[in-house]
């Protein structure tokens, strides 16, 4: 299993905890030192099921300075990979990546439902 992470956000750490108490083994990516290639983000999108936009970090300070809101709707989704794989910090977190699955942000419920790992 691989989580993609960013170690200062909050998120991460609490999704980190979470699978720690559940002695879950992963290996740990930091985000912003080895960012997602294209080719990763559309497997990962494909093993999803999400939408593109879910891999977005709407919230993040990139995201609002580059105006993406606006612009996202007029790319392609190749576009959208490409951009994606230029800076980390444009990507939701954490990234949960196991076999025939991929969880993006943290939801408890999600992960419990998915890895069925009572603490």
């Known amino acids: 299993m691989l989580f993609v992470e960013y170690p200062k956000c909050s998120t991460c750490q609490k999704a980190k ?6 002695q879950v083994t992963y ?3 930091h985000i912003k030192e080895k ?11 494909a093993a999803s099921g999400l939408p593109l936009k879910r891999f977005f970090n709407t919230s993040g ?20 990979y490409q951009l994606l794989a230029t800076d980390g910090m444009l990507v939701k977190r954490p990234i949960l990546v196991g076999d025939g699955y991929v969880l993006v942000g943290f939801k408890e419920k ?5 890895l069925g790992k009572q603490p």
Do not use: C, F, I, V
């Not at 999600?110 to 998915?114: I, N």
């Open 35 to 45: 960012n997602p290639s294209a080719g990763e983000l559309k497997k990962w999108h």
């Open 17 to 22: 905890k979470w699978l720690d108490a559940r």
């Open 110 to 114: 999600e992960w419990e439902e998915r």
């Open 61 to 80: 300070m990139l995201y609002k300075e580059k105006g993406l809101k606006d612009l996202l709707p007029t790319m392609s989704e190749e576009e959208q």
């Open 27 to 29: 290996e740990d990516r």
